[in-house]
């Protein structure tokens, strides 16, 4: 029985490439000592594969920046305003696509699938010409060769690719990007000639477009593309792999179909129907790649249960066809264990990092085998059996408090109209009411003050002075502004999950759990191990004092339920919305405790709530009916006079507008400055909204200040198709990454805007 990995972390156990990148962008090193931690980090995993006995070792899923950009320099499809002037791209051109430059911007990048992990977005178009420009997948398989490890090459799949793909600036919107197969197959074909040559006898073509929900024509893409394919994977084998879910029926034959090719991959954790699917026919000239560890999570496999799997598919596909591996690539997942350093041994023994994911692959392959390490299997087992009867994870009241949930409605007694009069009566706010989304910049001495005090360098008295004094200079800031509904800037706060996490009971943080969510940048999920519960109030202290600073309204700040746990490593002995729902309890008793304390307005960010949707639009109904609940869990409970304000940021709001109107919150402030026709478009054709809203009035993303009448006539615009007593004017989303010499002004020509208009309306 053999061994498969689909793709590795890039980042190293300790960020070393996002260091090593980041100082050769600022000129601190140079691109020969990127070069060599880059080659350090290859070798390293390859060895550690190697050693640990997989047989199918992936090469190429290394990349300085993006897997995608890769592949569009593979392509040579550089847009035009980069100025390459063609021959082997290197590191001036692809960190410009990446990143842009000072004359030119960087390429679109959007999100991978539903992974935390961003691409950038090739731009295609009729008239680009590709050519075989990066010779990177050869240039590794090489390297590994050179190091005594025989590689799969992998390389994003042509079809998906495209699909990926978005047409170019001045290209047509419904320019037929799969019209461009016929022009970048020619160079797949050099790419998997010259690795023949370099003697690599397997490659690897992802293609996880197959998973999404894909039309006739898209399917017949496939079809094509590999029987185009076939004569030069003559004397390779190519794997087929697909990830993130199950394929649908029709994309499964589509995909047990195709020519030339001699393996497939399936993801066997979130595909919970591939199964069935495989039981329903396998092709007996093909091997199958059955991901059974997970790719996209921190625990330790079910061994045991796994076994049982492949053994039921090598009944179908037989012994010599079967191969275990992961259920995606491992750059979803943190690194490696070895360098957790606050774990206690209990909770790691229940975890597994992409290092020890690989040792659980070759465990189950030689298993099959016949080679059972007895002592792995029964360890593994008594930490599945520690996990589910530890009292760290259950939690009966909690339990109990969440089932009840399930079936039931959770909705303010009041309709939103009534709601929002009885709050004006109490807060007596202006037309078009100015407020910001919640942090203040976070400067370097602020950062200090959290670090010493957590690192119990100063004493707690000292910390609370200075996070006192910091919300003082930002409610002084915000008054002198004359800005209506006023934040404490969130100084305590270094990340809006963590900070949460991090007082909730069930819940555990990593020191070295990094996973890559775009170029050099990485996050650190906490892990959600147990029930979830509140001991006690977790904001109220700061909020309390925020509001006893000033006469004005000042927000209690929140993260919504969604929003963790979509920014979480999840537990996965319990179904997503049940975790949820437990979180959603927990802010639940948050939201009372704050109206307690006399805080009479209170945002519940739910900045990630989009992002949560699944891959096929038959799972989105019910994602988005748990999602959607488990908000209005959070504040079913309070007075009509208490004014519940969301937050989300931008996430192409059109398609979800009506769950967004579902969560019946009674001001809304939405990420928008990028995209003000396409949110205003939906209240144009009709859309009714009754609750307050504030898109955006500008981009906190860029240094740029804007002026007092730019940010009017966006407000006007936002007037022509939006009732004057509903909005608000905000920016786009925190201030927290800001310079205050960027956002003193841009607030300051924020308010006169407003005051302008209110005199003219
Ligand atoms: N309240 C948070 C802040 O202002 C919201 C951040 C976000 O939406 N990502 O930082
Ligand atoms: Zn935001």
Redesign the pocket.
Known sequence: MASHIVGYPRMGPKRELKFALESFWDGKSSADDLQKVATDLRSSIWKQMSSAGIKYIPSNTFSYYDQVLDTTAMLGAVPPRYNWTGGEIGFDTYFSMARGNASVPAMEMTKWFDTNYHYIVPELGPNVKFSYASHKAVTEYNEAKALGVDTVPVLVGPVSYLLLSKPAKGVEKNFPLLSLLDKILPIYKEVIGELKAAGASWIQLDEPTLVKDLDAHQLQAFTQAYAELESSLSGINAIVETYFADVPSEAYKTVTGLKGISGIGFDLIRGARSLDLIKGGFPADKYLFAGVVDGRNIWANDLAASIATLSELEGIVGKDKLVVSTSCSLQHTAVDLVNETKFDNELKSWLAFAAQKIVEVNALAKALAGQKDEEFFSANAAALASRKSSPRVTNEAVQKAAAALRGSDHRRATNVSARLDAQQKKLNLPILPTTT???FPQTVELRRVRREYKAKKISEDDYVNAIKEEINKVVKLQEELDIDVLVHG?PERND?VEYFGEQLSGFAFSVNGWVQSYGSRCVKPPIIYGDVSRPKAMTVFWSTMAQSMTSRPMKG?LTGPVTILNWSFVRNDQPRFETCYQIALAIKDEVEDLEKAGITVI?I?E?ALREGLPLRKSEEAFYLDWAVHSFRITNCGVQDTTQIHT?M?YSNFNDIIHSIIDMDADVITI?NSRSDEKLLSVFREGVKYGAGIGPGVYDIHSPRIPSSEEIADRINKMLAVLETNILWVNPD????TRKYSEVKPALSNMVEACKLLRKQL
């Open positions: 989304i919640g942090s969130e809006m700040m945002q960010d900045a937050h940021c990420e989303c925190g201030l927290k």
